[in-house]
């Protein structure tokens, strides 16, 4: 029998790290530490070892379509294939940033990085296999406050097009300075990182129909306030706290759990109900500032 595999993107440190971490103590098979940073990386695997724990380290830039190649030959060439993949690795930018550049870099690592891996990497996960994109409460429907978009986002013919379109409405909108802030939640705080992270959880719905044909389930999830450097150390989960359901995702859910938005306590939300108030609340960080005076 062919040996199991486990990859997590992102993970040389936050939650990403603590899930290649409790992988390794329950996972029967190798569990990859990936990392766009060769030293960042092996420093993480290092710490591992120390504790008992012995991932596999390979580099992996999501961003980077020649980084995510040679991550697939890699793979190919050793296991031929993966049982587990959680796309984890993320950035969050600025909070009230519209900078063109900045936020076409944050799409491209929330949400064009996915499409990278749907065509390099998606092929070589295993019949029954199970995929976990790692979105945010920022990716929930609610986010939007555009009715076009929430229509055409909601609509059940939905395809990666229609995503793509949606990304690029925002940032042409944000390059011609016509970006209006109440096209989404919150005054518009963390645009660019909304925009992915909702265009990342709309296309796990559309992954998981084309992955239906080969029983694999894909789904994404928020995995709350978590104290990691995206939030400079701010939330109310620790990373190893917060990485309890994404693992509970990929090994014990029922496999019948599929295309779902899931909140970080593990119940399935409905990701179209766009008048809830899952959408992120920037006063929910903000309360967790500890006071200066
Ligand atoms: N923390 C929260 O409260 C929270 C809330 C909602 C959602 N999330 C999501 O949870 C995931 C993990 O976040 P975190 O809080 O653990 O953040 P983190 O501590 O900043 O870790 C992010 C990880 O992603 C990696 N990364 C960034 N760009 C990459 C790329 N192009 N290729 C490969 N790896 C890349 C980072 O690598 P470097 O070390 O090289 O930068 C780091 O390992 C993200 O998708 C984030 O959006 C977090």
Redesign the pocket.
């Known amino acids: 029998m062919s040996t199991k595999v486990a990859v997590v993107?992102?993970?040389?440190?936050?939650?990403?790290l603590s899930i290649v971490k409790g992988l390794c103590k329950r996972f029967d098979g190798v569990v990859y530490l990936t990392?766009?940073?060769e030293s960042?990386g092996k420093a993480a695997v290092e710490n591992l070892n120390a504790e008992g724990l012995f991932p596999e380290f390979h580099l992996?830039?999501?961003?980077d379509r020649k980084s995510v190649e040679r991550f697939r030959d890699h793979i190919k060439e050793k296991y031929d294939g993966i049982d587990i993949l959680i796309n984890?690795?993320?950035?969050?930018g600025g909070f009230i940033s519209t900078h063109y550049d900045e936020c076409k870099s944050i799409i491209n690592?929330?949400f064009n990085?996915i499409l990278i891996l749907e065509e390099l990497i998606f092929p070589l996960v295993r019949d029954n296999g199970r995929i976990l994109n790692?979105s945010?409460?920022c990716g929930h429907l609610s986010n939007i406050r555009n009715q076009y978009w929430i229509e055409k986002l909601s609509n059940i013919d939905l395809n990666m097009d229609d995503i793509v379109q949606f990304v690029d409405w925002f940032l042409q909108s944000v390059k011609d300075n016509t970006f209006n802030k109440e096209d989404l939640a919150d005054g518009a705080t963390a645009a660019a990182y909304r925009v992915a992270k909702v265009a990342l959880s709309a296309a796990t719905i559309v992954q998981q129909r084309e992955l239906d044909k080969r029983n694999i389930s894909i789904n994404s999830m928020?995995?709350?306030?978590?104290r990691?450097?995206?939030?400079t150390g701010i939330?109310f989960y620790s990373?190893d706290d917060a990485a309890k359901t994404p693992i509970y995702l990929v090994l014990d859910a029922p496999a019948s759990l599929k295309g779902a938005y899931i909140w970080h306590d593990g119940k399935v939300v409905d990701w179209y109900d766009y008048k809830s108030d899952y959408y992120f609340k920037i006063s929910t960080v903000l309360d967790q500032v500890p006071n200066k005076d």
């Open positions: 993107t992102g993970s040389n440190k936050g939650i990403g990392s766009r940073d960042r992996l830039d999501i961003a984890n690795a993320g950035v969050s690592i929330n990085s790692i945010s409460d928020h995995p709350g306030l978590v990691t450097d995206m939030t939330g990373a």
